[in-house]
């Protein structure tokens, strides 16, 4: 039994959920209690969607405790199949299933027999692996069946296509800003000559699975989801795959080489030197920005960065390569892939710090006083605490981390985001800092003194109480009403009696 | 719209339970910051901890006094001792916030392991020297505000079965005690304001603002409120005599009635809520009646209220719409016949779980309010099936849906108003005074959408996906 207030990943059905609704027309049943179907709220909410997230449960109750679930998920499984006609259907353990022990493969291959559509029991367990671990797991395992099944059905093209193309892996559902990057990601490669042949998790249909291996290459942005189902492909097929992620100038020049070398051995000659060269020096504003004088400003700024592995690990290198700022501590909640996070920010930061614990985070951050953070949205809390300025770069986030406008991270209008987010974390610490210096704006307390001086009117110790209660921001405008209203009314005394009459009283 | 034939009573129906509500541990976040020197545990999984920290949102950074004892493998397979497990934690609970009250929130899968709580806490409470309360507020058996019954049930039992002397200020909750800050003749000129009658004990949790708005209300009737359960403090909890008459403030707490009139004897008053103005002179009212005390004034006060310009302006709004409750907080019947009297049609009620004899007064207020205001009587269905209703919501397409956020967002995509009914959970809602702002409430999408009509973008998803 471990305390615990706050977790930077998820449960693993979580993970599988993601995966699973990204798909189009792949619908999830969880086995679960009522109540644990809070995935589909969060896809409602963060992500604002327009359609119902293809998330239901098949409710595990005080008589499923007693006597197994029977009939009652391959009934869910089956009555969903007919009401939605979905490709696939995903029956999603939970933690609560993982202790029941029902067989639920048994379940998925009987409800298998009376759907039209394919029946899948996500392979994860909710003890050993996380929110992340189950996502990467849970793509692996639609890709293999689908691909084992085209294979069967005799339905697997081969080839490659005849242009250069690739497949793009990992792009999900309720992930740190996926859409835009998506976007940017197809922008960089079209500019590239390279077409994008599939993009998975994200909108696909499963029936076009079987064409993954048409592709030349596959590109796997983020660390966390997508890696396994490349090593897959890659084992089945020998499809190569860049798993550098094109995040800041330097990176995104490294990913490009990359693809380079990738079509110059499938015997297509390019050369994207001059690309890089122009969109470096004068497309992008990421590395003018670092020989700009703001920047040098920043020179020797301490920072803390923490994230996921993949946000965490470039956004380091952004900062310590590009501009010149002094990590002190990088550090990722992916705890389970230490070797790999070591080795891409060793050279970059002082320390490094691997846990899931967001108290010792918050110690470190205290410890170190960095003049900014750049984490998740507890270090956003943990800066707010501390007054230190933090630029979110990583999941687990709230709804304002889904912007509507564009903010891809990857590629070179990325890395102009990048440094938008990295600039003014500082301005403002700065500006703060001045302030504090030279004593502030003026404005502080202006509402109060205003109505404190002439009103003329007591409030009992209760009504006092009460009054604070009443949230800051319009405490005042309460004040003033009920004054007004005593004053009108013939009081002298402000008592609760007095307080609630003003409020009935009050119009619009 | 809906057909005209209407039932000449209520028809209850129940469905699959396959709908989406909160996770009765969600009681977590209004209590702890109502008793304030609590501590609450809840002893889940992760699935649990990841509820929470998503459900509560800011509150989760401000250091709240609730964590998760967060289950691991070896706790699973019974390789670690739950008692030593829970000591250790508790311990250190007791080190960082020294609580008056641990509350250990049971859960799914402590019910499934069958960890004994109730067993070990009174061990555990007896070493460590702090209360530990256990609720079985689990998503087995409960749905969202029901975790509020399993936990004032539970506290129930600490209720102390004698009034301390009667000076004590712990007898008094709520205005009583505010009002006894330092100043001793005001509370002794107000004590003659009420009249003789058996002590009264409300129960269930509302703010603190609203303990002292219906605390006034009572005492307009010469009523005194001997306690509330619960209380800000653990400490304040009412005493509990065969002579105490009780009355719920939430139609969600029918543990917790029956708790305090089997095992503590005590007289439950049964009425219908005091949510709208209606509902608070007729619960008002029951009180009066329950003991012998001649109600003064209430249907001036209640007609004060709805004849509040403001209050007029929206109920004509919600004059003829009609309504269609998809059920997941059990406030539906109360909102439902509140808003038969702002002129509404209720097409149906959805409602996770129906206590006909806890809720029977307000079942019958709305049976009468449906007949007065010459409406249909709606459906009542209890275990609905989300994916049923979306069929009928399509069919019948009612003028404003009060739901969940997992169906707010897709409905209002297809042009159907939605209210997102947890904040009537988390809103002031009781009373005379908040009738205002809960209309206001309830009126915001109808406005909000009134205004943004006339652009013609009511259905903003594509043919293809549009199937509700």
């Known amino acids: ?508 | 719209m809906t057909a005209s034939t209407a039932p000449n009573s209520l028809n209850f129906e129940c469905e699959t339970g396959n709908y989406h509500t909160f996770c009765p541990i969600s009681c977590v976040a209004w209590l702890y910051q109502k008793i304030e020197d609590s501590f609450f545990l809840v002893i889940g999984t992760k699935t649990c901890g990841y509820f929470l920290q998503n459900a509560m949102g800011v509150m989760i950074f401000a250091e709240p006094r609730y964590a998760m004892a967060e289950l691991e493998e070896g706790d699973i397979s019974a390789k670690l001792n739950d008692y030593e497990e829970l000591k250790r934690l508790c311990l250190d609970i007791k080190r960082d916030r020294n609580p008056s009250v641990i509350v250990w929130i049971g859960t799914c899968t402590t019910e499934i392991i069958k960890m004994d709580l109730e067993g070990i806490a009174p061990k555990l409470e007896a070493e460590i020297g702090i209360p530990i309360v256990v609720a079985r507020a689990n998503g087995l058996d409960y749905a969202f505000t029901q975790g509020e019954d399993t936990v004032l049930a539970a506290m129930a039992a600490r209720c102390p079965s004698e009034a301390p002397a009667s000076e004590a200020p712990e007898e008094r909750g709520g205005l009583s005690s505010l009002l006894n800050l330092g100043k001793k003749s005001q509370v002794d000129s107000s004590e003659s304001e009420f009249k003789q009658h058996a002590p009264l004990v409300i129960f269930g949790s509302v703010t603190d603002s609203v303990v002292s708005q219906i605390s006034l209300e009572l005492k307009k009737q010469g009523i005194k409120v001997s306690g509330w359960l619960p209380a800000s403090r653990f400490g304040e909890l009412p005493a509990l005599t065969p002579d105490t008459h009780v009355v719920g403030i939430n139609p969600f707490l029918s543990r917790t009635a029956s708790y305090l009139a089997r095992r503590r004897k005590c007289k439950l008053i049964n009425a219908p809520f005091p949510i709208g103005p209606d509902g608070t002179r007729m619960w008002v009212e029951a009180i009066c009646q329950s003991l012998g005390v001649e109600p003064q004034g209430l249907d001036e006060r209640e007609a004060e209220i709805w004849n509040h310009p403001q209050v007029q302006e929206y109920v004509s709004l919600l004059k003829g719409k009609s309504v269609f409750f998809m059920g997941d907080n059990l406030l539906e019947v109360s909102m439902a016949r509140f808003l038969v009297r702002c002129g509404a049609t209720i097409q149906e009620i959805g409602i996770p779980y129906m206590d006909k004899r806890y809720q029977k007064s307000e079942l019958e207020a709305l049976e009468r309010a449906c007949e007065e205001m010459g409406v249909p009587k709606p459906n009542i269905v209890e275990k609905p099936d989300n994916y049923n209703q979306l069929q009928r919501i399509k069919q019948d397409k009612p003028d404003l849906v009060i739901t969940g956020m997992a169906h707010a967002n897709p409905l209002e995509a297809r042009g159907i108003t939605t209210k997102w009914s947890v904040e009537f959970t988390f809103a002031q809602i009781h009373g005379f005074s908040n009738v205002k702002e809960m209309l206001e409430t309830l009126t915001r999408p109808i406005r909000r959408n009134a205004s943004l009509d006339q652009l013609g973008w009511t259905s903003m998803v594509k043919e293809e996906v549009a199937r509700v």
């Open chain 1, 1 to 508: 039994m471990k305390l615990a207030y706050w977790m930077y990943a998820g449960p693993a059905h979580i993970g599988t959920l993601r995966v699973a609704s990204s798909f189009k027309n792949v619908h999830s049943i969880m086995h679960a209690p009522l109540g644990d179907d809070y995935f589909n709220v969060m896809s409602s909410m963060l992500e604002r969607n327009r359609d119902f997230t293809p998330v239901t449960a098949s409710v595990v109750d005080r008589h499923v405790l007693a006597r197994g679930s029977g009939d009652k998920v391959i009934n869910n499984i089956t009555r969903k199949d007919s009401e939605e006609a979905p490709d696939l259907i995903v029956l999603t353990p939970t933690c609560t299933s993982s202790i029941l022990q029902e067989d639920l493969n048994n379940f998925v291959a009987r409800a298998q027999l009376n759907c039209n559509g394919d029946v899948l029991l996500a392979d994860v367990n909710h003890y050993r692996v996380n929110e992340l671990q189950a996502a990467d797991r849970t793509l692996a395992q639609i890709v293999q069946f689908y691909i084992a099944k085209a294979k069967k059905n005799d339905e697997l093209p081969t080839g490659k296509t005849a242009t250069p193309s690739c497949n793009i892996l990992g792009i999900s559902k309720l992930a740190f800003h996926n859409n835009h990057d998506l976007t940017e990601l197809k922008k960089l490669l079209g500019d590239l000559g390279v077409s994008v042949n599939l993009v998975i998790p994200d909108a696909a249909s499963v029936h076009h699975l079987k064409n993954l291996g048409q592709a030349w290459f596959n590109v796997v942005p983020y660390r966390e989801l997508g890696p396994q189902a490349a090593t897959y492909l890659q084992s089945e097929f020998g499809t190569p795959f860049i798993d550098i992620t094109p995040l800041g100038v330097v990176e995104t020049a490294r990913f490009i080489r990359q693809v380079q070398a990738i079509l110059n051995d499938g015997g297509v000659d390019v050369n994207y030197e001059d690309f890089i060269d122009e969109q470096t020096l004068h497309v992008s504003q990421a590395a003018w920005f670092s020989r700009s004088i703001d920047c040098q400003n920043l020179t020797g700024k301490k920072v803390v960065v923490f994230g996921d592995s993949t946000h965490a690990a470039a956004i380091t290198k952004v900062l310590a390569r590009e501009m010149g700022i002094h990590v002190v501590l990088a550090g990722s909640y992916c705890a389970y892939d230490k070797d790999w996070f070591r080795a891409e920010v060793g050279e970059y930061c002082d320390e490094i710090l691997m846990t899931e614990d967001h108290a010792k985070v918050g110690d470190a951050i205290a410890r170190i006083e960095p003049a900014a953070i750049f984490g998740t949205q507890m270090e956003r809390h943990v800066g707010k605490r501390l007054n230190i300025p933090c630029g979110v770069i990583s999941a687990p986030i709230h709804v304002q981390n889904f912007p509507v406008g564009y903010r891809p991270f990857l590629g070179y209008e990325g890395a102009n985001q990048i440094v938008d987010l990295i600039y003014n974390s500082f301005t403002l610490g700065m500006e703060d800092h001045l302030l504090e210096i030279f004593g502030g704006h003026d404005t502080k307390d202006a509402i109060t003194k205003s109505i404190t001086t002439d009103s003329g009117i007591d409030w009992d110790a209760a009504a006092m109480k009460e009054l604070k209660r009443v949230p800051g921001f319009v405490r005042g405008k309460v004040k003033r009403n009920t004054e007004k209203f005593a004053r009108n009314s013939g009081f002298d005394a402000i008592t609760l009696e007095v307080m609630y009459a003003a409020k009935e009283a009050a119009g619009a």
